[in-house]
């Protein structure tokens, strides 16, 4: 999707390893999020950022940290993989009042065996 | 937890039909929006529509919003192949935004 890219794509991880995924945006948007996707529960918020420095906690956030050194990355964290953790993960985008909605990732599909 | 819920979960028409999905919800909301997901990709946003508007239209779509039933409807007029794919709502109540699990749609040629 244009203006944010997603890293890995594809990732396979072994229990209990740390994993860091990678949000990029080129937008200068000042919100980033990243959510999960998992069948049967839609996508639910994992943290979000409002700003360099500045990150808050979803609603499933445990096991999950994440950081932002500057405005166009987003990093998110698991910091000791558990197969719960298998999913594909979304990073989005938005201005501030979300008026134009979010904007997407093409998503990292993660693996934790 | 989930604030939409869309229904149904999957629908099948035939290309030229209309197809129509709903989403329910259950707090106040700012506004609502509608989702496209095609098989591998992230979502695409479709349409907003603000919790003071009662329907908008986008081309074939056309999505209404009836608050005190605290419900959502999107419609898409003429269905194509190009079509299929999960219909997702989100609502804003200010603080965040809130995704359903989706509706499967297939446009069969």
């Known amino acids: 999707d244009a203006g944010i890219t997603q890293s890995p794509r594809h990732k396979v991880t072994e229990t209990g390893t740390p994993v860091t995924l990678r949000c990029h945006q080129t937008?200068?948007?000042?919100?980033m999020y990243w959510y999960r996707q998992d069948p049967g529960h839609g996508l639910r918020l994992i943290h979000y950022s409002y700003g360099v420095k500045d990150t808050d906690k979803g609603e499933v956030s445990d096991g999950y940290s994440v950081s932002r050194s500057k405005t166009e990355d987003f990093l998110l964290t698991l910091e000791s993989a558990t197969s719960s953790q298998t999913s594909v993960y979304f990073c989005?985008?938005?201005?501030?009042?979300?008026?134009?909605?979010?904007?997407f990732g093409s998503g990292t599909r993660l693996t934790v065996v | 937890s989930q604030q939409g819920e869309e229904d149904p979960q999957a629908l099948s028409i035939q290309e030229g039909e209309n197809a129509t999905m709903n989403c329910s919800y259950k707090?106040?909301?700012?506004?609502l929006q509608w989702y496209r997901q095609n098989s591998g990709r992230g979502l695409v946003h479709l349409i907003l529509i603000r919790s003071n508007e009662r329907e908008k239209h986008s081309g074939r779509l056309r999505v209404t919003l009836d608050t005190s039933k605290k419900s959502s409807s999107l419609l898409i007029t003429a269905s194509r192949a190009a079509d299929t794919a999960s219909y997702f709502c989100?609502?804003?109540?200010?603080?965040?935004?809130?995704f359903g699990a989706g509706t499967r749609l297939t446009v069969k040629p």
């Open positions: 937008e200068n948007h000042r919100y």
């Open positions: 989005a985008i938005s201005e501030g009042d979300r008026t134009y909605g979010y904007t």
């Open positions: 989100a609502t804003d109540n200010g603080n965040d935004m809130r």
């Open positions: 707090t106040s909301i700012n506004n």
